[in-house]
């Protein structure tokens, strides 16, 4: 059973840095592509940044050249590193994995991260 847990979101000013991370020690973490996603109220959750097995990673516009993916296959950890945050970066973040061979993704809970002078 997959059991995704999201921690590392606080309330930090604008230019500031955090970093999430996500962890399930429960499974065969290298065998899972992880992504980092983000939720506002009455926006749909949208890609942050992805990273493949291999450690092949992605972003999106508005991480590019802020945001850091990144994964340590034996703490059964992914994370992400936030930097020069905006008040737009204000949202809940959501670690996701996804099984190389395909099926059924998971979610975990969400951390909070809310950018504010």
């Known amino acids: 059973q997959v059991h995704l847990v999201e921690s590392g979101g606080d309330l930090v000013q604008p230019g500031g840095s955090l970093r999430l991370s996500c962890a399930d020690p429960?499974?065969?973490?290298?065998?899972?592509?992880m992504r980092w996603f983000r939720q506002t109220p009455g926006k749909e959750r949208e890609l942050v940044a992805s990273?493949?097995?291999?450690?092949?990673?992605m972003y999106s516009d508005s991480a590019k050249g802020r945001f850091t993916i990144s994964r340590d296959n034996a703490k059964y950890t992914a994370y992400l590193q936030m930097t020069s945050l905006k008040p737009e970066d204000t949202a809940v973040y959501y670690c996701?994995?996804?099984?190389?061979?395909?099926?059924?993704?998971?979610w975990g809970q969400g951390t909070l991260v809310a950018v504010s002078s």
């Open positions: 996701q994995a996804e099984p190389i061979i395909g099926g059924r993704v998971f």
């Open positions: 990273i493949g097995h291999n450690g092949t990673t």
């Open positions: 429960g499974i065969i973490f290298e065998l899972y592509t």
